[in-house]
Nanobody, 115 residues
Framework: QVQQVESGGGLVAAGGSLRLSCVTS????????MGWYRQAPGKQREFVAS???????YYTHSVQGRFTISRDIAKSTLYLQMNSLKPEDTAVYYC?????????WGQGTQVTVSS
């Protein structure tokens, strides 16, 4: 079942910034690595960034140096700071545990970057 809610998306001009938040149930946050994913129109969902239990982070190449994943364990909340946004970053962004199953995806939050 879905145990997280994403927010923080919006419309921003190229070069701008947004910070996404993902509030989780807590149990999912404590016991799993967490990740951000995105799905652009007409494309498959893709991995963006992850943070492991020990705090280690990993990014897909296209966002390295621009996006930062972080977490607040006390608030059971995951964040994605997105800077220097590009039109190709336009997508619905989702957070989820790693690993995950098909029935655990939430509604996501829409990010639209205008050129």
């Amino acid at each position: 079942q879905v145990q997280q809610v994403e927010s923080g998306g919006g419309l921003v001009a190229a070069g701008g910034s947004l910070r996404l938040s993902c509030v989780t149930s807590g149990s999912i946050f404590v016991s799993n690595s967490m990740g951000w994913y995105r799905q652009a129109p007409g494309k498959q969902r893709e991995f963006v960034a992850s943070i492991a239990g020990d705090g280690g982070t990993y990014y897909t190449h296209s966002v390295q140096g621009r996006f930062t994943i972080s977490r607040d364990i006390a608030k059971s909340t995951l964040y994605l700071q997105m800077n220097s946004l590009k039109p190709e970053d336009t997508a619905v962004y989702y957070c989820n545990a790693i690993p995950n199953t098909a029935d655990t995806w939430g509604q996501g939050t829409q990010v639209t970057v205008s050129s």
